[in-house]
């Protein structure tokens, strides 16, 4: 992998050609799993070239999963200009896609595991009043990705949350992290990079589980799924290393195999600013059409 003449950093400074997986028993089974609300960019590009070339490197295997559980944003039309640019960039995937929206039944079971165990409770907050009450407190306890749930309906009556489902009343379905550390506490994960890592699984607070419009989150079915395909070396952008304490949390919970991680940089542009699917000028549709090829593209998320 080289960058030369590319502009791309990553957001610590470092450069691909990285090579963590010396040693590492058995075949290496890796996958991108993009959620098609938009044009694949350059940092999705960076993720799945670094995925396949890890799979690629111990002559393992790369999957291609599509998660496409918010039925709200995503799009067909996105899901296929993906897969254009993914196959334009010279990327080959073992066996079949895997699409979340096939497998909503699956993760609802998994779901009512964690029900049944009462390690989860209705949420019937909506979004503002959650900020009401955020706002109206005089310290708010804060995670990776701002305030956390306040926990308004974790000690709801089971009585009266009973009968609010009953009667129709929308509602997610939140983890009872307390509960949940105190049966899988004290629990570590191993980042390839960075050693052995302790869990802390209360620094996300009580996670969704289940959405008001789909039995599933992003961490339930992406833990499933991982499992399901035998993934052993999760690789992402560090900008998710929170998101895998929940993970990890869940895997024991649910009694599923551990895989090794490897959370790679974010790739920023030559400004500093990390790459978004709201930027058009960096997405791979607009660098085909302005005359690139896949030579350079790849060289531009710096792989050669």
């Not at 044009?39 to 690629?56: E, I, K, N, P, V």
């Amino acid at each position: 992998m080289s960058d030369k003449g590319s502009g791309i950093r990553s957001e610590n400074g470092e450069e691909g050609g990285l090579d963590p997986l010396s040693g590492i028993a058995g075949p290496v089974v890796t996958r991108f799993a993009p959620s098609p609300t938009g044009l694949l960019h350059l940092g999705s590009a960076y993720a799945a070239l670094f995925a396949h070339d890890q799979a690629r490197r111990h002559g393992g295997r790369f999957l291609l999963r599509i998660e496409d559980i918010d039925l709200t944003r995503c799009r067909p039309e996105f899901e296929q200009g993906m897969i254009e640019d993914l196959q334009w960039l010279g990327l080959e995937w073992d066996g079949p896609v895997m699409r979340q929206s096939e497998r909503l039944p699956v993760y609802d079971e998994f779901l009512h595991v964690l029900e049944e165990g009462g390690l989860t409770y209705p949420c019937f907050c909506t979004r503002t009043e959650i900020q009401a009450e955020i706002a109206a407190a005089p310290t708010a306890p804060h995670g990776p990705d701002g305030p956390l749930y306040p926990g308004t309906c974790k000690n709801l009556d089971w009585r009266e949350a009973r009968a609010r489902i009953e009667a129709g009343e929308p509602y997610a379905t939140r983890l009872h992290m307390d509960r949940a550390a105190e049966m899988t506490d004290p629990l570590t994960f191993t980042d390839i990079a960075r050693g052995v890592i302790n869990v802390d699984a209360g620094s996300c607070g009580d996670i969704v589980l289940g959405r008001k419009d789909v039995p599933t989150s992003y961490h339930l079915s992406v833990t499933i799924d991982d499992a399901f395909q035998f993934v052993n070396l999760v690789t992402r952008g560090e900008d998710l290393l929170h998101a895998t304490h929940v993970h990890r949390t869940l895997l024991a919970l649910l009694g599923l195999p551990e895989p090794l991680y490897h959370h790679h940089p974010v790739l920023l542009d030559p400004d500093g600013k990390r790459f978004a699917k709201r930027d058009k000028s960096v997405t791979i549709g607009g660098l085909r059409a302005a005359g690139h090829t896949p030579e350079e593209v790849r060289a531009m998320a710096g792989f050669s």
